[in-house]
């Protein structure tokens, strides 16, 4: 597998509605403003607290640890300022033939993987790699599909991505759309065809430069796994 495909084409444009609301912005609030001043700032504030807590009361340990994963997950979900997040807007990948009128919305690389990427990055002390995995994942593009195909990847190993070189991975055998109509097979977009497609997007662009989002790296899915696997761990036994 070719994972810089020599067919992809860098986006035609972005939709009108797309370029109005990050005009706007969130209350005022543009996205780059968001991410730098408000997201980075509060997730860095809020580990530091949870950090300390643990240092000073080691009992709270595992509780804690579900904590972080709280705080990167609520960053994560406060998209507001993203249009492609928003129902009445153009998603930045749809399905292209959807079986049926209910679409759903998802995110194309789940958030419950980007939670443990993050906190991976922390724990091997790469706050800067820390803070790009949560802003990237933040931006992570969504996908409309039909509900019938929602719920066929919601099940089952469909539910991970199981190649982050191919971040569209769970979609594999289903063609799909982005947002200036170009026709995307999963099987060959890759993970860096979506740091151009999102670096393309001009409002965005603060972003790109000061935090160098194009040099994000990404371990592998199996390294991802055995790291959640063994952080999210049930047990009554003492920390």
Not at 7 to 22: C, L
Not at 135 to 147: E, G, I, K, N, Q
Request: proline share 6%; hydrophobic share 40%; aromatic share 10%.
């Amino acid at each position: 597998m070719n994972y810089m495909d020599a067919s992809y084409q860098i986006p035609s444009g972005s939709p009108a509605e797309w370029n109005k609301v990050f005009l706007d912005g969130w209350h005022g609030v543009t996205a780059a403003q968001w991410a730098l001043e408000y997201m980075l700032p509060k997730f860095k504030a809020d580990i530091q607290f949870i950090d300390g807590l643990e240092g000073s009361n080691p009992t709270l340990k595992k509780a804690l640890r579900r904590m972080r994963r709280n705080v990167v997950e609520d960053l994560l979900r406060s998209q507001h300022h993203l249009p492609w997040d928003r129902k009445n807007n153009k998603p930045f990948f749809s399905e292209l033939t959807p079986s049926g009128d209910e679409t759903d919305k998802e995110h194309a690389l789940p958030i419950s993987q980007w939670k443990s990427l993050v906190l991976m990055a922390l724990e091997a002390g790469d706050a800067e790699e820390a803070s790009r995995r949560l802003v990237f994942a933040w931006l992570c593009p969504t996908v409309r599909v039909s509900r019938t195909l929602h719920q066929e990847i919601s099940r089952g190993e469909k539910r991970r991505c199981t190649d982050f070189r191919r971040p569209l991975c769970r979609y594999d055998g289903v063609l799909l759309s982005r947002f200036d109509a170009a026709a995307i097979d999963p099987e060959r977009y890759s993970f860096s065809h979506m740091i151009n497609d999102l670096a393309f997007i001009v409002p965005l662009a603060p972003l790109f430069e000061q935090l160098n989002l194009a040099v994000i790296q990404l371990p592998s899915a199996e390294e991802e796994k055995e790291w959640t696997v063994e952080n999210t761990k049930r047990s009554n036994s003492a920390p």
